[in-house]
Structure formats: C-alpha cells, structure tokens
C-alpha cells in the first residue's frame, strides 16, 4: 500500500515538475504571440498587454467590448452590457490599472472608474464608447501581396563577326589560320603512320634476322 502511495506522489510530481517547465516564462511568450496576431486580424480596435500577461483585443464592432486571453487558455468575452449581466471575471479585468494606458496597437479609451460606477460605458450602455474612428489596429493593415510591375526583357542582338578578307602577300592569297592548323594536323598523322611502319619494319627484319640465324 505504501509503495503505491509513494508511486501516486511521484506522477503528481513529475506532472507538476512538466507543468512547471512548459509554463516557465511565466506566459510571457503567449503574451507577445496573440498580440502580435490580433494585431493584425480584422475588426481589431485595440490590443493591450494587461497584468498577469493577459492579452485583452478591444473590438471595433459596436457593443462587441473586449476580449480578454489568458496564458492558461481561458478566453473571457466582456461586451459592453450592464454591471448587473456582467461575470466576475470582467468585472475584475475591466477595472482601471489592469491594463496599461499605452495600447501595443491601435487605441482605445481605458476604463478610469470601475464598471458598476455612474457615467461607465457598461453602466450607460454606450456600445461604441472604445471605438475611435482612425485608430483601429486593423486600419493600419496593408496587403503585403502586392503586384509588382512586370518588365520585359527584350532579346538581346546575337553578334555575328564579320568574315575578314583574305591576306595578300605578294598577290598571294595567305591561308588562315584554320587551315595551317589543318595541315598542321595532317602532317603530325603522316609522321604517326611513318612511325609506325617503321617500327613494323624493325619487327619484320628482327624476326628474319633470328629465323636466319637458327636455321
């Protein structure tokens, strides 16, 4: 029995250890990542790194609110409705200081009192209070494809040399240089083949020579 107690206390440990190592930066990477991509999604009024690496993205829809993205994975959506309808959870991330003032893209007004107060958009239902016209996130988004203009090449001249008259010397027309290299080559075989013969030649008298002297 003590041996699966300690069995059970070890998984939990080890899991603990795993979760520990899996979330060591503390959701900073989590953070910079959904910003970095609502950012650049569509109908995106605003998009703040709030406490505890918490991501909130202000939509620029009417009464849409804000949406707020926990390391953890929990996506709490907070639309502009009455204190009275909204979860605890928004109440406490809508409430002043839990984001900062300065937007990582986009700007929208930060709550300055808390939601269940007078003169709130939640408490006056004013759907488009966090939208400013010309500062959404999503206005700044430009189409990276765009086309570039397309050049034609035009085909290059071939040169052809011109063929340069023959050389005279004394009246005489002088052979090119292609054709001394062709008699050139000529003669460097008919020396080869004289070569050869001569050595065929050599072997033939040697063998006479050899047979005479045996006989």
Do not use: W
């Not at 041996?3 to 990477?29: K, P, R």
């Not at 829809?61 to 605890?88: L, N, Q, R, W």
């Not at 990582?104 to 488009?128: K, L, M, Y």
Request: charged fraction near 20%.
């Amino acid at each position: 029995m003590k041996s699966i107690i300690l069995l059970v206390i070890l998984s939990l440990f080890t899991t603990s250890f795993a979760a520990i190592i899996e979330s060591g930066d503390n959701g900073v990477q989590f953070a910079e990542d959904t910003a970095a991509a609502y950012c650049h999604a569509e109908n995106v009024q605003a998009v703040y790194h709030c406490f505890g690496n918490v991501i909130r993205v202000v939509s620029n829809v009417e009464g849409e609110g804000s949406t707020f993205y926990k390391p953890s994975g929990v996506v709490v959506h907070c639309p502009i409705v009455a204190p009275t309808d909204m979860g605890a959870e928004c109440l406490q991330m809508m409430t002043p200081n839990y984001c900062p003032t300065e937007a990582e893209c986009g700007a929208a007004p930060i709550p300055q009192v808390f939601p269940g107060q007078n003169d709130t958009p939640e408490q006056t239902g004013d759907g488009d209070y966090y939208i400013v016209d010309g500062e959404a996130a999503s206005d700044n988004m430009t189409d990276e494809t765009t086309e570039e203009p397309v050049v034609i090449e035009e085909p290059e001249e071939s040169y052809i040399p011109e063929k340069e008259p023959p050389k005279l010397v004394n009246n005489e027309e002088v052979l090119p240089a292609a054709t001394e290299n062709k008699v050139d080559n000529l003669l460097g075989d008919l020396a080869v083949v004289i070569l050869v013969l001569g050595i065929l030649a050599v072997v033939i008298l040697f063998m006479l020579f050899k047979k005479s002297i045996n006989e």
